[in-house]
């Protein structure tokens, strides 16, 4: 096995998405509990790639803004077997560099609605 695909299949195991939305018009709340080695490869390693392009861990915590009427806020919290680090988040805050990452995790919960 190449050397860099034996150290991505770990990082991957070790790593663990936690995200939660809140409110919107129906006041819905709606979560996800993701271990990244229980998923189908090419997921778990779209996942990783999508946290580690946004540089997850280096990010700078976003000022808080006013929430919107019937707004959404958000929690995200990621483990990678070394770090954990939690974003609170609406949706006048989340950085430019997490919202690929949120749009997956959002359709994901569509998903299992």
Not at 14 to 37: H, K, P, Q, W, Y
């Amino acid at each position: 096995m190449p050397k860099g695909a034996d150290a991505g299949s770990r990082s991957v195991k070790m790593m663990r998405i936690l995200f939660e939305r809140t409110g919107g018009f129906m006041g819905r709340r709606v979560s996800l509990n993701l271990e990244l080695d229980e998923l189908p490869p090419d997921q778990a390693l779209t996942l990783k790639r999508l946290v580690d392009e946004s540089d997850f861990f280096n990010l700078t915590e976003p000022a808080s803004k006013k929430t919107v009427a019937d707004g959404f806020a958000y929690s995200l919290t990621v483990n990678n077997g070394k770090y954990e680090r939690t974003f609170h988040l609406s949706d006048t805050n989340i950085p430019h560099a997490l919202r690929p990452l949120f749009e997956n995790l959002i359709a994901r919960t569509r998903k299992n609605t």
